[in-house]
């Protein structure tokens, strides 16, 4: 096995690999709590009630998660809790209702607009990337993380599956805003949950609203970094935007026209760990501008 040095977070690192734009695309989520062993793919898990419930998921235009708590701590409650999240700007919420198993996922609606079925939640939830069957990474960094932060008294984390972005690690969700981050430590995976409690995110670390594509998210977190604009909700755009000129829109009418275009990395680097070493593009903002 490799030592750190060799890990795909580590290289990336020092690369200085850029994190806008790299968070995945979903304007919906869904988290199962899951207790037992998590497979590489939800969509291959074991259970026929897992996997059908992520494949109709994914059908639906929801991104599926399995979750549990840190440590993999017993709970107290019964049943398998579900938590339903849509992180669009304006109605951006989080709901939780329980079934008593695996086997009552199929009951469970997916709708793919309007009010989400169950309890609204009220405070943020913190999902921190901990699939060790995906990455070494976040097998050793996320699950570090999601115990530290869970140490220190801070509420509502979970570890997550996998979010995509182990060369990231350690790298968590945060709902209902949507907005992904990396290379998190405990102050910073703190900041951003907390921020999100505020209706705010937090631009450093971030790796952009999964709201957004990756040219959207890098314009996004762009005009915040010009105007430094926290509220979460303040900045809109095509959710579908793409590399060139991006225009997002902000409070009282403002608008930026950005600049967005591909960039060669600095050196290759491994997606993944175990992995070899490849090439890649990244995206950035080249420009923003008040239009």
Do not use: N
């Not at 690369?15 to 869904?30: F, I």
């Not at 409650?77 to 700007?89: I, K, M, N, W």
């Not at 990244?282 to 008040?290: D, I, M, Q, Y």
């Amino acid at each position: 096995m490799a030592g750190p040095e060799g890990r795909c977070a580590v290289l990336a690192r020092a690369l200085d690999e850029p994190l806008a734009g790299t968070a995945p695309q979903a304007a919906r989520w869904v988290a199962i709590e899951h207790r037992g062993a998590w497979p590489r793919d939800i969509a291959s898990h074991p259970d026929p009630s897992v996997s059908g419930f992520a494949a109709r998921a994914g059908a639906a235009g929801w991104r599926p998660l399995l979750v549990r708590r840190p440590g993999r701590r017993a709970d107290t409650g019964t049943g398998t809790r579900v938590f339903l999240a849509d992180t669009v700007p304006g109605t951006s919420h989080t709901t939780v209702l329980t079934v008593e198993g695996p086997r009552d996922l199929a009951a469970v609606p997916l709708p793919a607009t309007g009010p989400l079925p169950g309890d609204r939640v009220a405070d943020p939830l913190l999902l921190v990337c901990t699939h060790g069957r995906r990455d070494r990474c976040c097998a050793v960094d996320g699950r570090a993380l999601a115990v530290a932060v869970t140490a220190v008294g801070e509420p509502d984390v979970w570890e997550c599956s996998h979010l995509g972005g182990h060369r990231f690690a350690p790298t968590a969700l945060v709902l209902p805003t949507g907005y992904l981050y990396g290379r998190l430590d405990p102050a910073t995976a703190v900041a951003a949950r907390k921020a999100a409690a505020l209706g705010e995110t937090e631009a450093g670390l971030s790796r952009g609203r999964s709201t957004w594509s990756a040219a959207g998210q890098v314009a996004e977190l762009a005009v915040r970094e010009v105007t430094g604009l926290r509220d979460a909700d303040a900045l809109t755009l095509d959710p579908l935007a793409r590399p060139g000129t991006v225009t997002v829109h902000g409070p009282s009418g403002r608008r930026w026209a950005v600049e967005v275009a591909q960039r060669p990395g600095a050196g290759p680097r491994p997606p993944s760990c175990g992995i070899a070493a490849l090439p890649y593009v990244a995206l950035h903002a080249t420009s923003v501008r008040p239009v």
